[in-house]
DNA sequence: GATAATCCTCCAGTCACTGGAGCTTTTCGT
DNA sequence: ACGAAAAGCTCCAGTGACTGGAGGATTATC
């Protein structure tokens, strides 16, 4: 049968019973039913709405992405688009993020590369990472 | 001259005034010299060390890792080969990071290859994203 | 029917900032 | 040189996304 208490769908969904409590009181997912004695009982539907949700965390969709992934998926006849728009737009800042992080990668590689002269007076890490000038990496623009 | 008011440290940087307030609070940065009138005044070692702070930040480094390496950079007789050390676990971090994201990157882009169907009742996004045997995705790595 | 496990609510803490209130200092235009 | 405006100061409270504990009620199991 699909009747969850609060933990069976902690442990099928794998977040933790605060987390889902958490959720339910900033409405990310509903208010579910109760026993006569006030314990939370689920269904299957919410244990899919919450895998949904801890894929797309996981996955480092911001809550905003998937409070409006959700409402979408809610309403069967929304336009896949929509949706497509927002993975879309998550898989760009996906690419941005590897892109400086392979650069990074080619500075630290380069500083070890650079042999060991005795004190960190000659090494360069900091300095590159301080150089604005030296990563072309643009600052502002979050990630 | 290299005499920065907070508020030119924080145009120079990118760092915001109440984070840099907050950056020194915590000890990230020293407690620079005050004017007469109490008000902080930074030199350019200061910059270097905040937009070093800032680019890391931005690369997604953890607070930890950062004050390590700027722990080293102060110390001028630290001995190369730890920072080496350090810049080697750094460099396999980045390598980690940079395995989650292109691994992510390929979920992503798998989410959109089915093309863009018309409603949500369709979209494979959602099924993806509700259903986790869907995507092989391995769960707990944060992104 | 006892006892252990789980659940409940409420509240406080975490981390890395961010912003406001109320006041002082500095800078700038005239 | 002076007065307004801009920027600075401290302190404190709030944010987001949880996480965990206290103290007590409910379920499940033997």
Redesign the pocket.
């Known amino acids: 049968m699909s009747s969850y208490?609060?933990?069976?769908l902690?442990a099928q969904s794998g977040v933790?019973?605060?987390?889902i409590?958490?959720y339910e009181q900033i409405g990310l997912i509903a208010a579910p039913a109760r026993?006569?004695?006030?314990?939370?009982r689920y269904g299957s539907a919410e244990l899919n709405r919450l895998r949904f949700i801890a894929h797309a965390?996981d996955m480092g969709f911001?809550?905003d992405s998937l409070k409006s992934m959700l409402s979408l998926s809610t309403r069967k006849d929304a336009p896949c688009a929509k949706v497509d728009a927002i993975v879309e737009q998550h898989l760009a800042e996906v690419d941005q993020r590897i892109k400086q992080l392979t650069r990074l990668r080619g500075e630290l590689a380069g500083m070890l590369s650079g042999g060991h002269h005795g004190t960190v007076g000659e090494c360069r890490v900091v300095e590159v990472l301080s150089d604005h000038d030296h990563c072309g990496y643009e600052h502002g623009a979050a990630a």
Chains 1, 2 share one sequence.
């Open positions: 208490s609060i933990g069976d902690s933790k019973v605060p987390t409590r958490y026993t006569e004695g006030n314990q939370r965390r911001a809550m």
